[in-house]
Structure formats: C-alpha cells, structure tokens
C-alpha cells in the first residue's frame, strides 16, 4: 500500500499540484440499539474507501473513491488536482500551507480485547443485563435506551512532502438513558462510557453500573423541584466544566473559527482572558480517553495544546492551513469524520486543569448559590461569545450545606465574564466523552475538569 499510495500523490504533483495527501480508511464498527429489553438494532459494516486533497495557490480539490486499485486512486487525484485547480481562480488571498517536518511511522491501536473476536450476541448481553436490572428497580420507570457501538480498523496518510503514517483505530462508546414518570412530571438519567479501548472497556464499573446510575438520576429528577431563577455563586462539576470549556470556549479557539471572524478571541492572543486560576489543555496524547490520537488526519504530531495559562490565552488549535496562513506551527488538531470529507480543526480532549481547592472547601465559603451537577445541551455563539447549557441536575447550597434538589436549570453568560469571575479550582480532574458536531461532520471527544466555582453565574428555567 505504501508504495502505491506513494506513487498516486507523486502522480499528483505532476498534474500541478503543490500538494497533495491522501487518506485511506478500513473501519468494521458494530451499532447495537436496545429499546425496553428488545433489541431493535444490530448492525456490522464496514467502510472503506481514500480522500485526496490537491493545494494550488490557496486552494484545495478534494475527491473521495471507494475504489482503491491504482486506476481508481489515480482518477480520484486527477478530480482532486482539477478542482484545486479551477478554485485557485477565485482565491483572492494566496497563501501557502505551514512547513512541517514529516514522519514516517506506524502506530498500534491500544486494546486488550479486540472488539471483532467478541460475538454480536456477548455485545448485546451487555446491555441486557443492565435493562434487566434498570427495570426491577421500580414501576415509575417507563423507558429504557441503550445503544453500543464499537469501531475498530486502520488509517493510513499518505503526502507528497514525506509522510507516511499507519494509524490503529478501536474505540467504544456505551450510553443509558432511561426515563421515569411520577404525578404527572417526566424525567430522564442519562450515563455513558467510552475511550479508545478494546471490549475490557465495558466491564470497568463505570460502564457496568451505567443503567443503573442514569436510573436513579431520574428517579430523583421527577421529585425535583422547578429552578430559582436569578444571579447565584455557583459550583459546576466537572461534567458541566466539561461541557462549558468545550462548547462555550473550545470552539472559540479553533483558528478556523478565529481566521472566519467567528471567534471572540480573535485578536486577544498574549491577553488576559480568565483567572490566574483557570489553565485549559486540549491534549490528544492522554491515552486511553475518547478523544486520543497520537498523529491527526493530517499526519501531524498530536501534541498538548496549553491554550490558555493562568488566564493569559496563548494561541490557537490549527491545521496545516490555519498555521500557515497565521504564521504559526502547526500542532495537529486536524480530523475527519470519515475519508469522504476533509479535515477540518477539531477539538480532542479538552479541559480545565486542576488547581487546589476540594469541593468541602468551595461549599463553605458560599452563604446561598448553586451545585450544577452534569450537563445536557445549550447554545452556543462563538463570535459574540454567549452560551447558555441545559443542566441535569441542580442543588442550592446554603451555608455551606447542600439542600434542595432542583430540576430543568439552566445557565448563561458571557464566556469569558464567567472565566474571569472563576475564584476556586478543584483538585481532582475527571472527563467525559462526547461526540462533537462541526461543519456537519462528528467526532470522537472528550471533556472534562475538576469543580469550579463561578461567582454571578445567571441560572434559570429549562430551556
């Protein structure tokens, strides 16, 4: 494959193109679905297939084939140099792509039980025995979801400039949400676990007690109150860290976002834009979370992005693009849903980093505010820098003392007001995965980081 991929991007430059890179995809993934104790899902496939993308002058071509004989590969490059081609006659502002060192190198997938030696129906038994056990638990309960998918296979990137990566893919992803119904009000618990893991991942008790926990969730939601609305300090844990440093903040430092005018950070690099307390990290190289990779869908190096320090914001997550039109290094933030779309800046696992503070310590300090605990979905507007997210659950806290439970709280803000009126950090991180929608392609995330505690955080009604 390496000699044939070589030949195809060589092949490509001598159409015209500066350059050219290829990515090749074969990927087997399993999707099982089981909806009140019935499986109404199970599908295997597999995918396979090539991305070209052609640069001219400031433009790219990209094709995409499942045909990956060298007849096939080679007329895709061909469709990929003409369409660079005929773009570069519209690029008002050339630029040229950021130089980079390429390597060559050939990178395992990390699993102790490969997910294709497991049958279908031990997949599925997983499931079951949670639904079996969700569903003793009490009569309120009404619905019980469960799905699991597994994606196990290779990625190879190949250019013209040298690189040539082999990349191991094994990733599952396992999530409960179950509804419970009582006096009229209907509430849902939602759990999920996942990395870049093989089978094991699913007999860590996290993933084990997943029905069970997104059951009880919902068995205290429908006896929650409705949510005070108003200005409260406020303590979000690290689910809701997560959720907040990845929407509100992650997105505004994609460069792309940044290049679009779509980002309230354009501009404040070197700035001040949070507490000295607050360091967020988006770091592909923590191994075994949802959102690892060791090189991205460029054939960049994954290293630790530290994009902001103590407050201060330090720069940008880029692709060969972004850095080369910033004049900047590229640091490998690159990925693609699949070899039918191109590469765009994405985030991989992204989070608040631990500061000194346990949560006994954050609670005694507040007289009256809020525990936001767990996060659902929000809005988010990166260019003018609001959001609002849809918390789980929602406790006050008064005197130090963690009181009533309330239901269908929301909050919102100015982004970067809330990093700033960040005043305690805690001392233990944990993450969460996700997957994440940009540009109508998903991907494999994680975010995370300790409690925090935001003093004037406005928290209201369910959205």
Same mark, same amino acid.
């Given at each position: 494959m390496k000699d044939l991929l070589q030949r195809v991007v060589a092949y490509g430059t001598s159409l015209g193109a500066e350059f050219v890179d290829v990515r090749v995809q074969d990927t087997v993934t399993t999707d099982i679905a089981l909806i009140d104790g019935v499986t109404r899902r199970v599908t295997i496939g597999r995918d396979r297939g090539a991305g070209f993308r052609a640069f001219i002058g400031g433009a790219w071509g990209f094709a995409c084939t499942n045909d990956l004989s060298e007849e096939g590969l080679r007329t895709a490059v061909e469709r990929a140099v003409k369409l660079a081609l005929a773009a570069k006659e519209r690029v008002k502002q050339p630029f040229k792509l950021a130089e980079y060192r390429w390597e060559e190198a050939r990178v395992p997938a990390q699993f102790k039980e490969n997910p294709l030696d497991v049958a279908a129906e031990d997949k599925v038994r997983f499931l079951l025995e949670q639904d079996k056990e969700v569903k003793a638990m009490s009569d309120r309960i009404v619905n019980r979801n469960f799905t699991y998918n597994d994606a196990v296979g290779t990625l190879i990137v190949c250019n013209s400039e040298g690189c040539y990566v082999e990349l191991g893919l094994c990733y599952i992803y396992a999530r409960a949400l179950i509804y419970a119904h009582e006096a009229g009000v209907t509430q849902f618990g939602y759990e999920r676990h996942a990395g870049a893991a093989g089978f094991e991942l699913t007999r860590e008790e996290k993933a084990v007690n997943m029905g069970r926990e997104a059951a009880e969730q919902a068995l205290r939601l429908v006896k929650a109150l409705p949510p005070p609305a108003g200005r409260f300090t406020v303590v979000l844990d690290p689910e809701m860290t997560g959720l907040f440093t990845h929407?509100?903040?992650?997105?505004?430092?994609?460069?792309?976002? +940044?290049?679009?005018?779509?980002? +309230?950070?354009?501009? &404040? +690099?070197?700035?001040?834009?949070?507490?000295?307390?607050? =360091? %967020?990290?988006?770091?592909?190289?923590?191994?075994?979370?949802?959102?690892?990779?060791?090189?991205?869908? @460029?054939?960049? &190096?994954?290293?630790?992005?530290? %994009? +902001?320090?103590?407050?201060?914001?330090?720069?940008?997550?880029?692709?060969?693009?972004?850095?080369?039109? #910033?004049?900047? @290094?590229?640091?490998?933030?690159? &990925?693609?849903?699949?070899?039918?779309?191109?590469?765009?800046?994405?985030?991989?696992?992204?989070?608040?980093?631990?500061?000194? !503070?346990?949560?006994?310590?954050?609670?005694?300090? #507040?007289? @009256?505010?809020?525990?936001?605990?767990?996060? !659902?979905?929000?809005?988010?507007? =990166?260019?003018k820098g609001v959001f609002t997210f849809k918390a789980r659950e929602t406790y006050r806290v008064e005197k130090g003392e963690i009181t009533t439970l309330h239901r269908d709280a929301a909050i919102s803000g100015l982004t970067l007001e809330v990093l700033m009126n960040i005043d305690a950090v805690g001392k233990e991180v944990k993450y969460g995965p996700g997957h994440c929608g940009k540009d109508g392609q998903w991907m494999r995330v994680t975010d995370g980081g300790p409690h925090i505690r935001v003093k004037n955080m406005v928290v209201g009604g369910a959205l």
């Open positions: 929407e509100a903040f992650g997105h505004c430092s994609e460069a792309d976002h +940044v290049l679009e005018g779509l980002s +309230v950070l354009e501009g &404040r +690099v070197g700035c001040r834009v949070g507490s000295e307390l607050v =360091t %967020i990290i988006d770091d592909p190289t923590v191994g075994g979370l949802y959102g690892h990779f060791i090189f991205d869908h @460029e054939g960049v &190096r994954a290293k630790p992005h530290r %994009i +902001v320090d103590r407050g201060i914001l330090i720069g940008f997550m880029h692709s060969l693009e972004t850095a080369g039109r #910033m004049g900047v @290094e590229p640091n490998g933030a690159a &990925r693609a849903e699949s070899y039918r779309v191109e590469p765009i800046i994405r985030m991989s696992n992204t989070y608040i980093a631990a500061g000194d !503070w346990s949560l006994e310590e954050m609670l005694k300090d #507040m007289r @009256e505010g809020m525990l936001i605990k767990g996060g !659902w979905y929000g809005y988010v507007e =990166t260019g």
